[in-house]
């Protein structure tokens, strides 16, 4: 059972309620360049991040925000929902820069950063205002890398144990939730995050906040921050975000990957894509099964057509059908009959007859060098 959370509206998105989970992405770009990124924004969306987060940090990134907007507009993404990531000055650039906080669709803030002793209050009072005066919704991001010291000071004194930095987290994030409904900021306009680079400690963070929360719960965006790179960001963030979002925690989510030899930045939202797809939450695209292959199959034969068949589905807007490849006849015709179009070889014989289903039954054979361009056209055909 999914979380019953509000519905925040940011643009033209909806976060939170019975909502599908929103997929969200950052550029990487200096803000202050608004070509480039607006142009990285644009990559982002059409690869399918429905909120797309901009640092700033500067008063040259802020300055640039409405260029940025304008680009966005120019090109036809005017439902293209721009969220501006703030930290330190956060206040002072919005107050300075009216055109920047007009602008931007959401704000977010972390409340570990946003001032010291008792300035802290007061820059985050001062930026909540300014969310109020221009009707935009805020996201409350707390991050044990960048935690309330006083607030965990204050906790070490007073019951120490393990869990004291997990614990400082959540309740610096709640306090400020609460703190800026006090101020007048809709329960509706905010969505909270706690985020941790250990995928434990992220799992614990998220129930110890719902625990907290009780009966009014906040939109929540998941996230392990710092995940890393490559292959161990992708599972490392995959496991997390798996096991909360199947316990029903989580209304938006971003996959924080480090970008290695010059890898694209949408490969994040990528990760985020098949992750929602795995756990049946959402569908994008076809989903291909494939048996990974064994000293009873045709290695040669059966990769090449996986590997056409992936380059064909990623190129080509299908609807989300389950496609089953399957490499010789244990597993075969059983899957076969799972999916919506399926072949499965018969071994390792290299000129065998391949079998085609659609729907569950069998459909006809193939057989000679064209079984993967035949096999294509089937798909074409009946989806």
């Known amino acids: 059972m999914r979380l019953k959370t509000p519905i925040v509206k940011i643009r033209g998105i909806k976060v939170g309620g019975k909502n599908p989970i929103v997929i969200q992405s950052m550029t990487n770009t200096d803000t202050a360049d608004a070509e480039r990124t607006a142009k990285q924004c644009i990559e982002l969306y059409e690869a399918g991040s429905e909120l797309v987060r901009i640092t700033v940090d500067s008063e040259d990134s802020a300055a640039a925000v409405k260029e940025i907007r304008r680009i966005l507009d120019s090109k036809g993404y005017k439902d293209l929902p721009l969220i501006g990531d703030f930290h ?12 920047c906080a007009r602008t931007l669709d959401k704000y977010r803030i972390n409340p570990g950063n946003v001032g010291f002793g008792k300035s802290r209050d007061k820059n985050f009072e001062e930026f909540i205002k300014l969310a109020i005066k221009y009707d935009k919704p805020v996201r409350i991001g707390g991050n ?22 997990i614990k400082t987290l959540v309740k610096s994030t709640l306090d400020s939730a609460k703190l800026a409904e006090k101020l007048g900021l809709k329960h509706d306009k905010i969505i909270l995050s706690v985020k941790v680079s250990d995928v434990q400690e992220l799992i614990k963070a998220h129930e110890l906040l719902v625990k907290k929360m009780g009966k009014k719960p906040y ?30 925690i989580g209304d938006t989510i971003r996959i924080s990957l480090t970008p290695q030899n010059d890898e694209p930045r949408i490969r994040e939202v990528q990760a985020c894509k098949h992750l929602l797809q795995s756990l049946d939450l959402r569908r994008f695209q076809p989903k291909i099964v494939s048996c990974p292959g064994c000293g009873r199959t045709n290695n040669i034969l059966f990769q090449k057509i996986v590997k056409e068949v992936n380059r064909y589905v990623d190129k080509n807007n299908l609807e989300p059908i389950n496609i089953a490849i399957m490499g010789c006849i244990v597993n075969g015709p059983g899957e076969s009959r799972h999916a919506d ?10 000129a065998g007859i391949v079998s085609v289903y659609v729907k569950g039954k069998f459909y006809k054979t193939l057989q000679g060098e064209s079984i993967t361009k035949e096999f294509i056209q089937i798909i074409e055909e009946k989806f």
């Open 341 to 350: 179009i399926a072949l499965h070889l018969p071994g390792k014989k290299e």
């Open 219 to 248: 939109a929540l965006h998941l996230g392990l921050t710092e995940a890393g790179s490559g292959l161990q960001g992708v599972v490392s963030s995959s496991a997390a975000l798996a096991i909360l979002l199947q316990k029903g």
């Open 88 to 99: 330190f000055i956060g206040h002072e650039l919005l107050a300075k820069y009216t055109e």
């Open 144 to 165: 044990w890398g960048s935690l309330d010291q006083e607030l965990l000071t204050k906790l070490m004194d007073k019951s120490p144990d393990e869990d004291i930095q």
